[in-house]
């Protein structure tokens, strides 16, 4: 039995730097994201006598940190967020040739381009490796919703990255389909 | 086939039968070239993921700084808890007011305080919340809705001392030269340093329940009946004058299990499960 301070230090401690990654992936934005995980802790600890209602913590902060995410976006939609790596590096990184780059941000724009909610979705399928019925579970939605906004974001997202794919794709698409071909 | 059963394909989202589906509808036509095209935007989509690494420590100051009230002070005492105390009359009591047999809830009315020479005493009590705080040796006592503890104010040279009407679990601090006596009911329970649950509700009955370490057991009103040494994982009741030992019930053992486990469950526990039974 130790105190309440103590355990909330534990905690936080170990699930600040996941969700900020989360908040991250989803806004590309580091201040951001800690400041959202911060106010979701905060007010954490502000309900903690209510706390008896969740009996998922990691589902609580899962939402609560997507939905949050959802919000800012939705906030700064005429933002435009340097991408971390520009941020970061601000030189080229040496090994990467020039098409390299560019094919990074373009795959950063056409993600940056998704509708909010299916952007937060897509993030936490591809990049946090969430099964649907877990992301279903997590932001009370329906697994339909979440393989419907997963779907939504991979025609998209071809779309936007069309010209990028190996050649013989595009080349493809682009011509009249021959027969016996 | 449309990108929704495409994506669930490639992330692995979809049954063996739709599974199937798609192996089939990938052989026709020219659909295997739309396929691979998806499978690369998928494939591609991986490089969007980065880590960052937020100064975590630097977060903590910032938000302990926030939620730091006046009286939580980090190395004293005190919890949030305070105000179920706080709000209790805590008035030094002698100590045959204490009327063990009276049922739980019942108010007790302030005593004289005599000025001379009768020793002081704290008395806590709780009505409808928890109440945590320490002793006098810094031992923790974490005190049930609807019970109260009695303890003087200051521990002797030779012993330490506390009178139980409800439930509590204590947390002793060890101390060889001070064996803790806390008295419930009928039943005197001496310890030298351990964690325990003590439970006297109805009458006279009273339920110990030992955690971590050894306690010794007797009952105060009986005289000849030997004193009983409880140990970790065990629990002894003292119901109508007889005294029986047993293994801690499951659900007990699972909770003392859990606090060992994750930390977090403890702390919504603490106010969901905590002695539930017994609200």
Known sequence: MRDLHEDFEHIFRSQFPVLCNVAFNIIKNQKASEDIVQDIFLRLWKNK???DEVDNYKAYLYRSTT??????????KNVITLNQREITTGVPEADQNVREQELTRTIDKALASLPPKCRAIFVLSRHEGMKYREIAEYLE???????????????????????????EFTEASEQPRRAGL | MNAEIIAGYLSGNITEE????VDAWREKDDNETLFNECREVWELLAKDRESILPDTDLAWKKISESI?????????????????????IMVPVLIYFLLFHKPAGEVVKPAQIAEHTTPAFTEIYTTDSLAQFYLPDSSRVLLNKG?????????????????????????????????????????MIKVLGT???VNHRSGADVELTVVTGTVEFSTSTIPGKPKLVIVEGRKANLKNREVSTGKHDKSQKEWWQERKKNRFKRFLGKIKKIFRKTS
């Open chain 1, 141 to 167: 939605i329906s697994v339909k919703t979440v393989e419907n906004q997963v779907g939504i974001a991979l025609s998209k997202l071809r779309e936007s990255l069309r010209p990028y794919l190996t050649k």
């Open chain 1, 49 to 51: 006598d209510r706390l």
């Open chain 2, 18 to 21: 739709e599974r199937a589906l």
């Open chain 2, 195 to 197: 964690s325990f649950n």
């Open chain 2, 68 to 88: 730091k009230t006046p009286q939580l002070k980090k190395k004293e005492t005190r919890s949030f808890y305070r105000l179920a105390a706080a709000a209790c």
């Open chain 2, 147 to 187: 019970s109260r503890l009695t303890y003087p104010e200051k521990f002797g040279p030779d012993s330490r001392y506390a009178c139980l009407t409800g439930e509590a679990f204590f947390e002793i601090k060890p101390d060889a030269a001070r064996p803790f006596f806390v008295e419930a009911g009928e039943s």
């Open chain 1, 67 to 76: 939905n949050a995410a959802i919000d800012y976006l939705k906030r700064n």
